[in-house]
Nanobody
Framework: QVHLVESGGGLVQAGGSLRLSCAASGRTFGGYAMAWFRQAPGKEREFVAAISWSGGITDYADSVKGRFTISRENAKNTVALQMNRLKPEDTAVYYC???????????????WGQGTQVTVSS
């Protein structure tokens, strides 16, 4: 089991940028694939991006491709989500998740953080 804590959310104007961070503890971070999900009010939680334990494989939802970048620093036990050219429809609570494979974490299986709010004003 890995414990996850997200940070970096906030209020930003459309077109702006934010960088989210997820700090992991409890187990060897380098053995886990990581992902970001989001949940907007009244909507189901949706996949945003995933990264393999080595960082060599990344995957993105079509809605964020070219705007968001997922990265990780295993030495610091952190994973980040750089969000550029934000849109009002990106407003949501963002969660990080961890599992032993990209396919599993992408399906929402594994450990979850508590989330951080991102609000994009128009």
């Amino acid at each position: 089991q890995v414990h996850l804590v997200e940070s970096g959310g906030g209020l930003v104007q459309a077109g702006g940028s934010l960088r989210l961070s997820c700090a992991a503890s409890g187990r060897t971070f380098g053995g886990y694939a990581m992902a970001w999900f989001r949940q907007a009010p009244g909507k189901e939680r949706e996949f945003v991006a995933a990264i393999s334990w080595s960082g060599g494989i990344t995957d993105y939802a079509d809605s964020v491709k070219g705007r968001f970048t997922i990265s990780r620093e295993n030495a610091k036990n952190t994973v980040a989500l750089q969000m550029n050219r934000l849109k009002p429809e990106d407003t949501a609570v963002y969660y990080c998740a961890a599992n032993t494979s990209v396919s599993s974490v992408r399906r929402g299986l594994g450990s979850w953080g508590q989330g951080t709010q991102v609000t994009v004003s128009s």
